[in-house]
């Protein structure tokens, strides 16, 4: 029977419909045996994925951390090359020669402005040099040590810099007042031709500071008719309390009467280097001066050393003729 159904199943179509039906109810018990195994995988598969999504967001986290601190990093060195930038910009800027340094230290002591840079009597640095950054001046060197330097800030209460406005080259003197982001302007007369906004620049009095660096812009002006000086405050251009890197200034360090002393002694050099190569272009003005004598010239012929041989010559053949 068996034999003879798989014959008609292979020859005709006739068991096609109950072969269907047959796999439509065999369907459900294939769905309810496989059931269990369906809900043990399923269970474990819950059990596992939780496991397994615990641990990828740990690393996850952990990833997301990392990145984080790579980020910040990553912006802290974007804000430094921007810093740097700024600096390589304004020492373009600068005539005199310039070298980086960074700040490695600030002074604890609350009623004192100074700094402590990475530059030291080994590089060059001197007492009194000019410190700036890429707004304008910061101060000036104090204290000198082999590899490091303190620069005292424009706004210490025992500082001053001579100052001029930019506007009309009014000169006055600008004193630290302690704050960081103030100075103030001593002894500026209340008729003074000064007002909000005016940039004040070194007005290179003093020798200390070079000429045309910024130095503050005024942001206050008082007058007061009972006084006979105005108060005037002004902010610093430079970032006093922001800046990390700096550039230090190697101005021309000597005076005005050592420069002229120099420039006398170049100029008598000049003069003796003329003077010394002058002798051998007036070598042939004795020649010129022997011409403007023909009476002398029977005695000045024996002195060349041409001349001399030719008259011997003429003197034996004139007695042969005879």
């Known amino acids: 029977m068996s034999v003879a159904l798989m014959v008609v199943d292979s020859r005709f179509d006739l068991l096609k419909p109950v072969r269907s039906q047959m796999g439509l109810v065999l369907m459900e018990s294939y769905w309810i045996t496989d059931l269990p195994q369906r809900m043990w995988q399923g269970v474990a598969g819950q059990f596992g994925s ?30 430094q090359n921007v810093r740097l930038r700024e600096l390589l910009n304004s020492s373009a800027l600068v005539n005199e020669k310039v ?3 960074e700040l490695i230290g600030v002074d604890p002591n609350p009623f004192t ?3 402590l840079i990475n530059k030291g009597e080994r590089d060059g640095v001197f007492l009194g040099q000019p410190v700036l ?3 304008g001046l910061m101060g000036q060197v104090v204290e000198l040590m082999p590899y490091t330097s303190r620069v005292l800030l424009l706004t210490d209460t025992t500082h001053s810099i001579p100052v001029q406005v930019n506007r009309n ?27 909000e906004g005016d940039l004040l620049v070194s007005s290179g009095m ?23 000086f105005a108060i005037v405050r002004a902010i610093p251009t430079a970032a006093l309390n922001r800046s990390r ?14 420069r002229a002393t120099e420039a006398a002694i170049a100029q008598e050099e000049a003069d003796r280097q003329g003077a010394g190569h002058t002798p051998p272009a007036a070598t042939p003005a004795p020649p010129h001066a022997a011409q403007p004598a023909p009476g002398t010239a029977p005695a000045a012929a024996p002195t060349t050393a041409s001349p001399a041989p030719a008259q011997p010559a003429a003197a034996p053949a004139q007695p042969r003729r005879q």
């Open 50 to 79: 939780r496991t397994e999504l615990i641990a990828e967001n740990e690393k996850l986290k952990t990833e997301a951390l990392l990145l984080q601190g790579r980020l910040q990093k990553l912006a802290a060195l974007t804000e």
């Open 99 to 101: 070298e980086v340094a």
């Open 113 to 115: 402005h100074r700094i």
């Open 133 to 135: 950054d890429a707004r």
């Open 169 to 195: 080259g009014l000169r006055a003197i600008a004193s630290g007042t302690g704050n960081p982001e103030r100075l103030e302007l001593r002894h500026v007369a209340d008729t003074a031709d000064i007002k």
């Open 206 to 228: 003093g020798q200390r500071f070079p000429a045309g660096y910024p130095v503050a812009t005024v942001n206050e002006v008082i007058h007061d008719s009972g006084q006979p």
């Open 245 to 258: 890197y700096m550039l230090l200034v190697f101005s021309d360090r000597r005076t005005p009467e050592e």
